[in-house]
């Protein structure tokens, strides 16, 4: 993988901020967009755009075919048997709680349990925190090591006949714990549950294989692989989809309407009702192809040389705290004593650099480190050991200008 060359293929990273060349640091936010998607979604509205499935002129079939090829190549990507185990969504959040609200929800009873971890995105604790009120069940959450990752003979006592449903982060997004989801999958059906994978920060960085793992529902968003804002997926089990009840109502997801009943569609449609977000499929799909161009190999291999290097570079300087493992996916959460984040990301944009400062959508997490807040590197395909230098340096600047306090 040349990075100059990849590099090339991003137009916002060649820009200026406050003066300085742009450090973009925050890929775990939201990550840049290469030209071959932004020239996808531009030829969808320039040449084809229309809605899908109804239509029976040009456009129409040209539209339904670039959304239900994007299906088909989500499908792929994932590893996963059918199209139909393929839902689209508005991105992670919505698939997580589609899956909390139509599963959860009716499969749940005041005698079950679900389990969660504290390492997780709001997204994947609220609605099982919903769900755990609308039916009794009980929240459980499995334990961390001081490093925050999780031992198996602690998922194990965690997860119990009782538990139904298990829902887990595949990468964290403050720590970088990439956690074992193929052997949590084991335990949770070795106890009759169902597992949910938070896999937002996973697939932009890793080959997933869903059958491999053999998870039963693995959430993702595009605007973190490289594509568009607002679209993402859901792959669940044809036998757990199939008798799903929808959880939005209206067009495209019906297939008969009468005044007083209605009748859905197949999978996946009946998930997906109202306009889908065409040009977003078209979009997160070519950002798959992008990625796939370069190798999901060729990529985590290279964000692991950055992350080592930078870890090995902020150790250099006194007063900064790194969180998480040894091992670790492509980003680093660290504080700096005495200076809270925001100033901290502040002084670094002034620099140029632009990195993630908060709780990242994580409070309990951040309740754990015993911390109220973070800042956070995070490094993709498109990032280079020269620009973690830039930061290593605007960090010490940062450290000069607070003085004292900074110690």
């Not at 949590?184 to 070795?190: D, M, N």
């Not at 009468?258 to 950002?287: N, R, V």
């Not at 959508?361 to 620009?387: G, H, I």
């Amino acid at each position: 993988m040349n990075v100059e060359d990849v590099r090339r293929d991003f137009p916002i990273l060649h820009q200026e901020v406050n003066n300085h060349p742009l450090v973009y640091l925050d890929s775990a936010a939201t990550s840049q967009t290469p030209a071959q998607v932004i020239d996808a979604i531009d030829d969808y509205y320039r040449r084809y755009n229309s809605n899908v499935h109804r239509g029976v002129h040009t456009l129409g079939s040209l539209a339904t075919d670039g959304y239900e090829g994007a299906r088909e190549t989500v499908k792929r990507f994932l590893g996963a048997k059918r199209t139909e185990e393929i839902v689209f969504t508005r991105g992670t959040t919505a698939a997580l709680n589609l899956v909390a609200s139509s599963y959860g929800r009716a499969n749940l009873t005041d005698a079950d349990e679900i389990v969660i971890t504290p390492m997780e995105h709001h997204s994947n604790i609220i609605p099982w925190q919903q769900a755990a009120k609308a039916t009794g069940a009980q929240l459980k959450y499995i334990p961390l090591q001081p490093d925050g990752t999780m031992s198996i003979d602690d998922i194990r006592s965690t997860v119990t006949e009782k538990t139904k449903i298990v829902a887990v982060t595949h990468v964290s997004n403050v720590l970088g714990t990439v956690n074992p989801v193929k052997e949590i999958a084991e335990i949770a059906h070795e106890n009759g549950a169902v597992i949910v994978v938070d896999g937002a920060q996973a697939v932009p960085h890793m080959s997933v294989d869903v059958q491999e793992m053999n998870v039963d529902f693995y959430a993702i968003s595009g605007h973190k692989m490289c594509g568009p804002t607002g679209i993402g997926a859901l792959y669940g089990k044809k036998k757990w989809l199939k008798n799903m009840e929808p959880v939005e109502f209206g067009g495209e997801m019906i297939d008969f309407v009468d005044l007083y009943d209605s009748t859905w569609k197949e999978l996946p449609w009946k998930f997906e009702g109202g306009t889908p977000i065409i040009s977003g499929a078209i979009g997160m799909a070519a950002a798959i192809d992008y990625l796939q161009s370069i190798g999901l190999e060729e990529i985590e291999a290279h964000e692991q040389r950055l992350v080592t290097y930078a870890v090995s570079r902020m150790n250099e300087i006194e007063g900064v705290n790194v969180y998480g493992p040894e091992k670790r996916a492509g980003l680093v959460t660290f504080n700096c004593e005495g200076v809270h984040p925001h100033d901290l990301a502040t002084v670094l944009d002034s620099e140029g650099v632009a990195v993630r400062a908060g709780h990242h959508c994580a409070q309990p997490l951040m309740k754990w480190l015993d911390v109220t807040a973070t800042a956070r590197a995070s490094f993709y395909l498109y990032n280079t050991e020269e620009e973690v230098d830039v930061f290593v340096e605007a960090l010490k600047k940062a450290k000069e200008y607070f003085g004292d306090v900074f110690i």
